[in-house]
């Protein structure tokens, strides 16, 4: 990113000397294949990298080159009036502490195990999840799902994987397509269905608390067999 900002800053202060024209410092380009030609040029030769980027996969860097590309775009495009929304600030650097650490993988062994408890991603291996891959995995070995992608984020003290896949749908025909159907939404009822042949169906309530009216129940019993601080009494926080 500083790459390509400190050509913008350079040229500021060449127009602020008189110059102007082909004596001003050249663009440098913040497309993804320029960004990622200038840091394969650099990475060897600079200090900052030359002692530890091969430790870590090429995606790592890809991430942060592609988010930059896309940052400088978006940021060009607001300034001449081509982009919806709110006006886009010039791109600065992410704050190491508080930027959201992710990591994009497009190349390399991508994989949903067939035991639905484990995914292999480059230069990370075959890692455990959490939860259950079944349905993913029952696609892919079906055929009508190819992975794309996988990114790797970490959120609140856990790491996260989220598969972009490319999923086959057949196309479904409607059961009566000479037929329409109006909808009012409700608040007693979540919907209620009447078509063009007087046909007037409801759509009942997901009901929410009441699904979770026993779970809520249990997890009460547990607050309050557990005992706080209390500042008035001086009463000492218990052991959980």
């Given at each position: 990113?500083?790459?390509?900002?400190?050509?913008?800053?350079?040229?500021?202060?060449?127009?602020?000397?008189?110059?102007?024209?082909?004596e001003?410092?050249?663009?440098?380009?913040?497309?993804?294949?320029?960004?990622?030609?200038?840091?394969?040029?650099?990475?060897?030769?600079?200090?900052?990298?030359?002692?530890?980027?091969?430790?870590?996969?090429?995606?790592?860097?890809?991430?942060?080159?592609?988010?930059?590309?896309?940052?400088?775009?978006?940021?060009?495009?607001?300034?001449?009036?081509?982009?919806?929304?709110?006006?886009?600030?010039?791109?600065?650097?992410?704050?190491?502490?508080?930027?959201?650490?992710?990591?994009?993988?497009?190349?390399?062994?991508?994989?949903?195990?067939?035991d639905?408890?484990?995914?292999?991603?480059?230069?990370?291996?075959?890692?455990?999840?959490?939860?259950?891959?079944?349905?993913?995995?029952?696609r892919?070995?079906?055929?009508?799902?190819r992975?794309?992608?996988?990114?790797?984020?970490?959120?609140?003290?856990?790491w996260?994987?989220?598969?972009?896949?490319?999923?086959?749908?057949?196309?479904?025909?409607?059961?009566r397509?000479?037929?329409?159907?109006?909808?009012?939404?409700?608040?007693?009822?979540?919907?209620v269905?009447?078509?063009?042949?007087?046909?007037?169906?409801?759509?009942?309530?997901?009901?929410?608390?009441?699904?979770?009216?026993?779970?809520?129940?249990?997890?009460?019993?547990?607050?309050?067999?557990?005992?706080?601080?209390?500042?008035r009494?001086?009463?000492?926080p218990?052991?959980?």
């Amino acid at each position: 990113m500083g790459w390509v900002s400190a050509s913008w800053w350079q040229r500021r202060a060449e127009e602020s000397y008189g110059l102007a024209g082909p004596e001003l410092t050249e663009w440098r380009p913040w497309s993804l294949p320029a960004l990622r030609k200038a840091f394969n040029q650099v990475k060897r030769t600079d200090p900052r990298f030359a002692g530890w980027w091969e430790e870590n996969s090429k995606e790592a860097y890809n991430t942060g080159l592609a988010n930059a590309a896309a940052a400088f775009d978006n940021y060009a495009r607001s300034k001449r009036g081509q982009r919806k929304g709110g006006r886009m600030g010039v791109p600065r650097r992410k704050l190491k502490h508080k930027a959201r650490l992710a990591c994009r993988f497009t190349t390399g062994t991508i994989r949903v195990e067939p035991d639905r408890r484990h995914v292999t991603l480059p230069r990370l291996g075959t890692i455990r999840t959490h939860e259950s891959t079944r349905k993913l995995e029952r696609r892919i070995a079906g055929g009508s799902a190819r992975s794309l992608c996988a990114t790797v984020r970490f959120e609140r003290g856990r790491w996260f994987v989220s598969f972009q896949v490319e999923v086959e749908r057949a196309e479904r025909t409607p059961a009566r397509p000479d037929v329409a159907v109006g909808v009012d939404l409700g608040v007693k009822c979540l919907a209620v269905l009447a078509d063009s042949q007087g046909e007037i169906r409801h759509v009942p309530n997901p009901a929410h608390y009441d699904t979770a009216l026993k779970a809520l129940t249990r997890l009460s019993r547990r607050v309050s067999r557990r005992q706080g601080p209390d500042r008035r009494t001086g009463q000492a926080p218990g052991d959980n």
